[in-house]
T-cell receptor, first 117, second 113 residues
Framework: EADIYQTPRYLVIGTGKKITLECSQT?????MYWYQQDPGMELHLIHY???????EKGDLSSESTVSRIRTEHFPLTLESARPSHTSQYLC????????????????FGSGTRLTVV | QKEVEQNSGPLSVPEGAIASLNCTYS??????FFWYRQYSGKSPELIMF????GDKEDGRFTAQLNKASQYVSLLIRDSQPSDSATYLC?????????????FGKGTKLSVIP
């Protein structure tokens, strides 16, 4: 049973539209991440957050922006979608190691497959 | 630049055989190591993690870690067609950004019935 939810699962949208991809988790994790993955290709980190009001850009340059106003919510926004943004977007979260006493890696959401036409 | 290297495959094994997936990493201070399975069009799911040198077994899966050689592997015994997927090796390093996982590009495994 997924404890991290992404909506929508699939989205087809026209060029120039503004879109927000939603990601929410119910596990109380303080760290959250957005990855971009093209079919058959590797994961690329585009944004991450270590807590409320903390966001950073990842390794892959992205025209998207993120916000972290609440612990459980980490939405990603594209102000003006372009065909080059067509990809799968994966959200993930992880827990504070000190609190858990262990390291259990990331939990991924089911992803949003975005197509910009 | 922290790197995680995997053979991209595809690795083909017959049903019932042992599949061996390998991964090397560059950050000698890495502390935690993970194997994720990703079916086509799906998101990665965690199948194994290992922190200490040696072997860790969970059902048909065994993770092996050798920090001196900076090498981690995953063995899948009695491979089934349902094991056909891409397997991602992920490493959590040390120092700045140590909360983040560095992922390999993945090895595609195909189990032939």
């Amino acid at each position: 049973e997924a404890d991290i939810y992404q909506t929508p699962r699939y989205l087809v949208i026209g060029t120039g539209k503004k879109i927000t991809l939603e990601c929410s988790q119910t596990m109380g994790h303080d760290k959250m991440y957005w990855y971009q993955q093209d079919p058959g290709m590797e994961l690329h980190l585009i944004h991450y957050s270590y807590g409320v009001n903390s966001t950073e850009k990842g390794d892959l340059s992205s025209e998207s922006t993120v916000s972290r106003i609440r612990t459980e919510h980490f939405p990603l926004t594209l102000e003006s979608a372009r065909p080059s943004h067509t990809s799968q977007y994966l959200c993930a979260s992880s827990e504070d190691l000190v609190r858990t006493g262990g390291d259990y890696g990331y939990t991924f959401g089911s992803g949003t497959r975005l197509t910009v036409v | 630049q922290k790197e995680v290297e995997q053979n991209s495959g595809p690795l083909s094994v017959p049903e019932g055989a042992i599949a061996s997936l390998n991964c090397t990493y560059s950050d000698r201070g890495s502390q935690s190591f993970f194997w994720y399975r990703q079916y086509s069009g799906k998101s990665p799911e965690l199948i194994m993690f290992i922190y200490s040198n040696g072997d860790k077994e969970d059902g048909r899966f065994t993770a092996q870690l050798n920090k001196a050689s900076q090498y981690v592997s995953l063995l899948i015994r009695d491979s089934q067609p349902s094991d056909s997927a891409t397997y991602l090796c992920a490493v959590k390093g040390s120092g700045a950004g140590s909360y983040q996982l560095t992922f390999g590009k993945g090895t595609k495994l195909s189990v032939i019935p």
